[in-house]
């Protein structure tokens, strides 16, 4: 089955611990991204990837890191999470030229 | 940069009745996607429909349409015969190389 998987789904912090949101896609897609969706704000770019090894900041990059070394994987990383990055957080994927986004279930990260 | 706006936070409709939500986008480029997404209080994305920058005649999958007006640059959902189920977060987005999304409308269908 075709999907992007994200781990994990829900998750409490503290502030200053360092945590890494992992997403894999199975259907060889070269673009990968990341967003946020907070109430009111709709969905806002963290990172995008047009293939392995490139990567560029979205809308609200900062406290957020992400690499991709291999084409399925593209994992967000926070450093030194802070209360304000509390939010939804969804991994998509897609064909680099082209149209709909296939988006992972989402990850409820709470920072305390 | 792009810009994406939904100028309604909520809408209400009727059962069986139809129903337009508004979007509107800014862009400079000739080539551009636009699309829109349903995400119900389960909190998944779900795609519904997408608008190609030159494509002639309007999309439509369903009961979805999506009305083009390109020299107006909108992009307005249309929902026939609504159903209890189409109550959710409504998405409007633009593809260029990157998509950008609008805040959403909340819609919500009454018995």
């Known amino acids: 089955e075709a999907q992007v998987t994200q781990n994990p789904r829900y998750l409490i912090t503290v502030t200053g611990k360092k945590l890494t949101v992992t997403c894999s896609q199975n259907?060889?897609?070269?673009?990968m991204s990341w967003y946020r969706q907070d109430p009111g704000l709709g969905l806002r770019q963290i990172y995008y990837?047009?293939?392995?090894?490139?990567?560029d900041k979205g809308d609200v990059p900062e406290g957020y890191k992400v690499s991709r070394k291999e084409k399925r994987n593209f994992p967000l990383i926070l450093e030194s999470p802070s209360p304000n990055q509390t939010s939804l957080y969804f991994c998509?994927?897609?064909?680099?030229?082209?149209?709909?986004?296939?988006f992972g279930e989402g990850s409820r990260l709470t920072v305390l | 940069a792009q810009k994406i706006t939904q100028t309604q936070p909520g809408m209400f409709v009727q059962e069986k009745e139809a129903v337009t939500l508004d979007c509107t986008y800014d862009?400079?480029?000739?080539?551009?996607?636009l699309f829109w997404y349903k995400q119900p209080s389960s909190g998944e994305m779900i795609f519904l429909i997408y608008?190609?920058?030159?494509?002639?005649q309007n999309a439509t999958e369903g009961r979805y349409s999506l009305n083009f007006q390109k020299a107006r640059k909108s992009a307005n959902l249309v929902i026939s015969a609504s159903q209890l189920g189409d109550s959710a977060m409504y998405f409007c987005?633009?593809?260029?190389?990157?998509?950008?999304f609008g805040a959403g409308t909340r819609l919500t269908v009454k018995p």
């Open positions: 862009t400079s480029d000739q080539s551009y996607g």
């Open positions: 608008q190609g920058s030159y494509d002639e």
């Open positions: 998509a994927s897609s064909w680099r030229v082209g149209r709909e986004l296939f």
């Open positions: 259907m060889n897609h070269e673009y």
């Open positions: 987005a633009m593809r260029e190389d990157d998509m950008r």
């Open positions: 990837s047009m293939n392995v090894e490139v990567t």
